[in-house]
């Protein structure tokens, strides 16, 4: 099972997502931002980050990197496209995942360990968990606040679609406190919180993180 | 303006120069013209005018700090001692480690944001220099009266800097210092500590030999950005009314550097450079020097190939700009190829502006003419040196000669409202405020940060080999005593590495001090120069390098003196280190080392509005014995929690115990009042099982440290002796005070 971790220019968590990957029992192939070649892989991560350094908007640089065509045209066929952080702004710019982040409500970084409950456990990302299950992660962001009109605000809650709520104070000021949602299929994941930082509790509040990339495992066996 | 050439310069040896509005001095001047043997042309007269500023010469702090190699300890780790860009130990298993503080003090009062971030951006340059990949960053600040309306304006500005730069260069932020002093309004200290690892073999210099080999500049392009910023900041005390100086502070672009680290450990693990050198303070005319003088031979250069972002700028504005994220490399001709491909991978701009030489001199043109013909050395080495003039302050005699008098708290009542005072105080309250708007978690390697006593990173995830940092200052000390404040940050230091259980290594130092014109501050920093180097020598720590920050003063008044020590240790599994709190009920908890009544200089005093009477005097056979005792006991696995007793004493380390995993304690103490309020050094608190008490008796009697039972562990309260102080009201004196301030 290979899982390819992109590095953009800016990509900073691209080293933890792959350590992550390995953890979750999987084999970790780094893509290359500039070159369209997926390198046969089951299924992406995009990992946190600043690509492109945020300018412009979050990701809105990055979606045109001639490795994301690629990613679109996969993850549209249904392969397993995990974004987290970063990757979720930059599934967001590219259309994968509807809504956008923006900056958190007080307008500063945050960085903390943050409780979220898991909504849906049954996308590629999500199975192994339990539904409802609280897990806790890092969280850190400066803009991290999910919004969408009131349309798809309904459409993602009554599809199933988000998949992990903030548990708690609303960290960031998101909609419904919604820390992540999935496309229609369930293939591709955005999360803001970062359940790469917590696969060893040693490094990271928990090892609770490790869910998401032994859940992949599943989705792919199956 | 016309080009100055060097034909020119020697045709016109009477043209007037504005050297003093360069910052130097008439005799600095004419020492300039005996060693040319002419006059400067314009462009030589900007290079040395930055590179003989107090910034980049230590022109007023030299004759001082050479007593660092002079009494340097034996030390077999060292592997690059200071004058490169950052000192190198050697922690084992082939990996080497860097590290350095310096201080971004004056720009980051003209504009906190910026010149923040770009402190974090020069330190982690120096580190990555020298071939290292940085793995995490600190940064010790000081600000004005917590409540002064300035400083709102300049510490949300400075901590959103430290933070938007350095969580774009997914550095994790392991821990600093947040102090509050009315000295430090309108003088703020931001010191940023970057530390990096690579293997022994990766060490790379700063020297540009080879005659033939090509001066290749790499990075961001050259803009208007700080130039004069080093001499017209940093060497210049603060007036009144004086005119604005914010467009001498550079502009940060971390994205600009994340690439550049990234770009250059894939030339250096190519191999492809012979010497590098960042451009930080006084830029390429210290970058061209510093290289050249490192070297064998000369170095010529082609102004005109430098990439501008504005192109009016004139060759002296080139020489001086401070346009951050740059690098200069040496590299043999054969190699550039490759090194170009690089580059154009990571989308840097690259240009090879010069070669080495092999005669002595660095030679600069601008379209073919020359403008700078110098010998190096006098720029880059041989600049002024001061022996200032110093003088024991009135102060002094005046503060030693009285005794502190607060009120001392006896009854229930009294030690609870104490304990609350002090939890809420700015000094000691949570700063998650301002942690929590860096990233700690990237790099995955992160093992402690704030509120631990240390930060730790690992650096080798098969073998668990890591490294622990702790940076601390007690500048009321330091002013009541400023030799012995030295030797106490130093112990103080190596104390929090040693908690955690790894071995104190080494020390990189920030000295901040306001002018060296004035005779007393000279004596403070003298004194603390001498109190560090003997500190060092005693405790067997070699100093591999740091950074002298002068002119942090307003009109007559100066910041405290404050010398910001960073002590680097090792530990060789990270899983075993020794947490700083407990996370179970019915532990108990003891006591190590002698509690006496030093008030003097201590939080309690500060509260009351006293800064009076004599620091206590370090005793650094009694730390060492302690360290020793704190690894010998974390080798056994001995203790479940260690905490290091500082600032705010007793009552500020149990109150962050029982805070960190919500488990409350019942302590009992013979002269409550004092024991919680004093800040004796050399003491820790250390949570055993219960069946373990005989090892602790064992271990404190063969170091002769004194040991005292003080109570246990559980409960949802913090009481002491007839106090009752739930967590809930201690946690929210303590958690309340910055959202409070600062929004």
Known sequence: MRIGVITFPGTLDDRDAARAVVHGGAEAISLWHADADLKNVDAVILPGGFSYGDYLRCGAISRFAPVMKLVIEAANKGMPVLGICNGFQVLCESHLLPGALTRNSDLHFLCRDQEIEIINNSTAWTSSFTQGEKITIPLKNGEGSFQCDEATLAMLEGEGRVIARYVGENPNGSRNLIAGISNAQGNVVGLMPHPEHAIDALTGPSDQGLGFFTSILNAMVN | MSLDTVAIAQSTPDNKQPFAELGLKPDEYARIKEILGRRPTSSELAMYSVMWSEHCSYKSSKVHLKQFGDKAPKSDALLVGIGENAGVVDVGQGYAVTFKIESHNHPSFVEPYQGAATGVGGIV?????????????????????????????????????????????????????????????????????????????????????????????????????????????????????????????????????????????????????????????????????????????????????????????????????????????????????????????????????????????????????????????????????????????????????????????????????????????????????????????????????????????????????????????????????????????LAEAARNIATAGARPLAVTNCLNFGSPEDPGVMWQFAETVRGLADGCLEMGLPVTGGNVSFYNQTGAIAILPTPVIGVLGVIQDVRTRTPMSFNSAGLDLYLLGQTHEDLAGSEWAFLHGERVGQSPTADLSAEMRLIELLLAGHGMQLFSAAHDLSQGGLSAGLTEMVLRHSIGARIVLKSAGIELLSESPGRVIVAIETGRAQSLVDLASEHQIMLTKIGSTGGDSLTINESVISLNELRTAHTSTFPKLFG
């Open chain 2, 125 to 489: 340059r120096d580190i990555l220099t020298m071939g290292a990949r940085p793995i995490a960053v600190m940064d010790p600040l000081r600000f004005g009266p917590a409540d002064a309306p300035d400083t709102r304006r300049v510490l949300p500005g400075i901590v959103a800097g430290i933070g938007g730069y350095g969580n774009c260069l997914g550095l994790p932020n392991i821990g600093g210092e947040v102090v509050f002093d009315e000295t430090y309004a309108g003088n703020p200290l931001v010191n940023a500590l970057c530390v990096g690892v690579m293997k022994h073999s990766d060490i790379k210099l700063a020297k540009a030999a080879g005659a033939g080999n090509l001066v290749v500049l790499f990075g961001a392009k050259t803009g208007g950005d700080g130039i004069g910023g080093v001499s017209v900041l940093a060497s210049e005390t603060f007036g009144t009314g004086g005119s604005t100086k914010r467009p001498s502070v550079q502009v940060g672009d971390p994205f600009v550097e994340k690439i550049l680290i990234e770009c250059s450990l894939e030339i250096f693990a190519e191999e492809l450079v012979v010497g590098i050198q960042d451009l930080g303070g006084a830029g390429l005319s210290c970058a061209t020097s510093e290289l050249a003088s490192g070297g064998s031979g000369g170095m010529k250069v082609a102004l005109d190939k430098v990439p501008l972002r504005d192109p009016s700028l004139s060759p002296e504005e080139i020489l001086m700009s401070e346009s951050q994220e740059r690098m200069c490399a040496i590299v043999e001709p054969h190699k550039l190829a490759r090194f170009l491909e690089i580059c154009k991978k990571w989308d840097v701009t690259v240009t090879a502006i010069g070669e080495v030489t092999d005669g002595d001199r660095l030679e600069i043109t601008w379209n073919g003419e020359i403008i700078v013909d110098v010998p190096p050395r006098t720029v880059a080495h041989e600049g002024p040196v001061y022996n200032r003039p110093m003088e024991q302050p009135a102060y002094i005699n005046e503060v030693n000669s009285q005794k502190v008098s607060v009120p001392i708290p006896h009854t229930a009542t009294e030690i609870k409202a104490a304990v609350l005072k002090l939890a809420a105080a700015p000094n000691l309250a949570d700063k998650s405020w301002v942690t929590s708007q860096y990233d700690k978690y990237v790099q995955g390697n992160t093992i402690q940060s704030q509120p631990d006593d240390s930060g730790m990173v690992r650096i080798d995830e098969k073998t668990h080999l890591g490294v622990a940092i702790s940076t601390d200052a007690n500048a009321n000390w330091s002013y009541l005593n400023p030799y012995q404040g030295a030797k106490l940050a």
